[in-house]
């Protein structure tokens, strides 16, 4: 508001106060865009507020709101609104419902013909005014009793509250579920469903059709799972929702086939099935079908024109995506279609041209006048977002893989928001004539994301795609496709037929690594192999990528894994363990609270073991050997004071306090180096876990913390502090 007002303060102009025109009421009703319903609702409101302080504010803003940015009156409506519930007369708290009445009702059962942006954005804002209401209603039901009967607030928010309530929660979810608001929609519909409990069952069941769609909406299958149990006879619609939100796009492909015979007129039914052929590849199936429904239905282009434009670009049929462009109706795709075109053509004025019309196009909705959440514009920023993959394909810059694995990390990691994604990628490298290559990592990245989701057709079909256009390592999708539908066995075999054309000269040696480090799992997972056999499959993979995380972690894991003591006596054992994870700890920290605290327990433990005669092997031999493998463990632990970084060690900071009273002297003397290069470190976080213990009534645990804070009093920070772990 100051740099609107600001300039008024000097001004010497007056401004003048016109009478306004009569508008009938409701205003939605008799408005003639967006802007126009904004700023009549707010210059009413305005003139109709209660002269004193407030009023006297407000009618400063007559003229900005009249004749400025819509913005001004944007902010002013939701305190104008609130002013006028809390002090207005009767008569004016009903115009004010009516209003809001005029806008849910077209949003929820669309009557005057009104654009849908428009509707969207009329709603949305009358949304945020009814936000702000309700959160001054929970301000005042927090004021102490004794003052709410004192003023006249008790009084104001009975009449507020009188006013809410003669909004209709069905209306009010109705219109949420309308303009996208789903969170909202679904707030609503569970009010309304815990005030309908008392009634039958069957009352309640379109309730929860339509909380279904919205769970499917919000992508949240432990809701549709939930809500599913209360639906008595779950419709076709019902099923179909299921099987798209778990992947399985042939079954919801047969369900609206079934649809479709029953009503062969309905166009959403048409665009289920297209979308289920787009999951799958069909690309052609779906091009025909849309070729045959417009053949009946031309009218209809309007809504099949997306599915359309993407199948010409997918099939790289650009003289078909030109014909698009030049009479297909205005759709997002159609921008993405002008660009990917003059990518083939490389006309570089063409494309930039067409970047910057669909940005405008596609940020209308960020930077509309109605303001609007981030997950709520998720999808236009994920337009954008492609939009900018398109710019870093076309110019090629040296880091573009780099770029487009960072820019993929950042996005939502769900199957629905990453496959348009890697589908316009695929578009762009084929316009480009990029090496088939790049196109089969887009297709290994598809398969994974869907695989990870639970889409195994789709997942199915990219592989198909990857292997055609002779993507490396796309047998390792398949792999993991047949071990993910138990097909353990299969998916060994196909990693035995694909690594044995595979050579360490034919290129990535982490990626054949990673394949390797595949077959010793799945090896591992079937229990039919010698354990000799194991351990020759994970050295192999050591072998080719001797700096993984991963494989030292899961090489540690089969040693640590119950039924391993063939290797060697028990203490052997524990060592190979320690030593495994160690590596592990110093080449990442993905599996770093596995790793550390384990190898932390078998050390103390391995410890306390010796140090305890009862627990002492029988044999003097054994006894030798035993101490002999725990002097290599406790030597290790010690160097891992330098090997492994500070933070690490923090993070099992409670561990190592916890077995500050061990009873093996050579383990006490390593966990106090260990304790005290974590302290001097961090020395802010990590004394209180100190300063603690000192107060113990065990005198031996005292000690030893007395005996700890005079070591980091004593012990200069640099000797800690400079020290790199050592890779």
């Known amino acids: 508001l100051l740099p609107t007002l600001l300039p008024l303060l000097t001004s010497r102009y007056v401004v003048q106060q016109t009478e306004p025109r009569p508008r009938e009421m409701p205003l939605y009703a008799h408005s003639t865009s967006y802007r126009d319903w904004v700023q009549a609702w707010t210059l009413w409101l305005i003139r109709s507020s209660r002269p004193g302080d407030a009023a006297s504010l407000f009618h400063i803003f007559t003229s900005v709101v009249r004749d400025h940015d819509v913005g001004i009156a944007q902010y002013l409506l939701p305190h104008l609104v609130l002013h006028i519930l809390i002090s207005g007369s009767s008569q004016q708290r009903r115009t004010v419902l009516g209003e809001s009445l005029a806008v849910l009702a077209d949003q929820a059962h669309p009557a005057l013909g009104y654009e849908p942006e428009r509707r969207r954005l009329t709603a949305q804002t009358l949304f945020h005014v009814l936000d702000h209401v309700g959160h001054w209603m929970r301000r005042m039901r927090l004021v102490p009793l004794r003052m709410a009967r004192r003023s006249r607030w008790r009084d104001a928010l009975s009449d507020v509250q009188a006013i809410m309530d003669e909004l209709s929660p069905d209306l009010l979810a109705q219109a949420s579920l309308q303009c996208d608001a789903y969170a909202r929609a679904l707030l609503h519909f569970e009010y309304r469903i815990r005030a309908m409990r008392p009634q039958p069952s069957e009352t309640l069941q379109p309730y929860y059709e339509t909380m279904h769609e919205i769970y499917a909406s919000l992508d949240d299958p432990d809701g549709m799972e939930g809500i599913s149990t209360m639906v008595l006879a779950p419709s076709l619609e019902h099923q179909i929702r299921e099987h798209e939100s778990t992947g399985r796009w042939t079954n919801a492909q047969s369900c609206w086939e079934v649809e479709l015979q029953q009503r062969p007129d309905d166009v959403r039914l048409h665009v289920g099935l297209l979308r289920c052929l787009r999951n799958l590849g069909h690309y052609d199936t779906l091009r025909t079908h849309i070729r045959g429904v417009l053949a009946v239905h031309p009218t209809w282009q309007m809504h099949l024109a997306p599915f359309q434009i993407e199948g010409a670009c997918i099939l790289a049929d650009w003289d078909a995506a030109r014909q698009l462009v030049l009479h297909a109706p205005k759709v997002p795709e159609l921008g993405m279609a002008r660009a990917l075109l003059a990518m083939r053509d490389h006309d570089e004025e063409a494309f930039s041209t067409a970047v910057s019309d669909a940005r405008q196009q596609l940020g209308r909705r960020i930077l509309g006048p109605a303001r609007v959440s981030y997950p709520h514009a998720y999808d236009a920023v994920m337009q954008l977002h492609m939009l900018c993959e398109l710019e870093l394909i076309f110019y090629g810059r040296d880091d573009l893989k780099a770029n487009l694995d960072a820019r993929f990390a950042a996005t939502l990691p769900s199957f629905r928001t990453r496959e348009p994604v890697l589908s316009l990628r695929r578009s762009a490298f084929q316009a480009c004539r990029a090496p088939v290559t790049d196109l089969g990592a887009c297709w290994i990245l598809s398969a994974k994301t869907a695989r990870k989701a639970g889409h195994t057709q789709s997942a199915y079909s990219a592989i198909l795609q990857a292997i055609q256009s002779g993507a490396p390592y796309a047998f390792v999708q398949k792999a993991k ?64 990528d001797a700096d993984s995380e991963k494989i030292w972690y899961y090489l540690g894991h089969f040693y640590d894994a119950p039924g391993s003591g063939a290797v060697g006596n028990q203490m052997l054992l524990q060592l190979s363990v320690c030593r495994f994870y160690m590596k592990s700890a110093q080449h990442g920290t993905k599996f770093l609270y596995r790793t550390l605290p384990r190898m932390l327990t078998i050390w103390l433990d391995a410890g306390n073991e010796l140090a305890d005669p009862e627990e002492a092997p029988p044999s003097e031999e054994d006894a030798h050997q035993a101490q002999q493998q725990f002097d290599k463990i406790n030597e290790m632990m010690l160097r891992s004071v330098r090997h492994l970084a500070r933070y690490q060690w923090f993070a099992v900071l409670p561990q190592l306090v916890a077995r500050i009273v061990h009873k093996n002297e050579a383990v006490w003397k390593v966990l106090l180096e260990i304790i005290v290069a974590v302290v001097v470190a961090y020395p802010q976080q990590g004394m209180w876990a100190i300063l603690a213990g000192s107060h113990s009534k065990d005198k031996r645990r005292k000690q030893r913390y007395e005996c700890n804070v005079e070591r980091i009093s004593s012990v200069a920070s640099r000797e800690f502090r400079e020290e790199e772990p050592s890779e």
């Open 481 to 544: 496709l047949l071990a993910h539908g138990d097909q353990v066995q299969a998916a060994i075999q196909t990693l035995n037929n694909a690594l044995q054309t595979e050579s360490e000269a034919s290129g990535d040696h982490r990626e054949l690594a990673k394949a390797h480090l595949l077959r010793a799992r799945l090896v591992e997972e079937t229990a039919r192999f010698q354990q000799n056999d194991i351990i020759q499959h994970y050295k192999t993979c050591t072998s080719l």
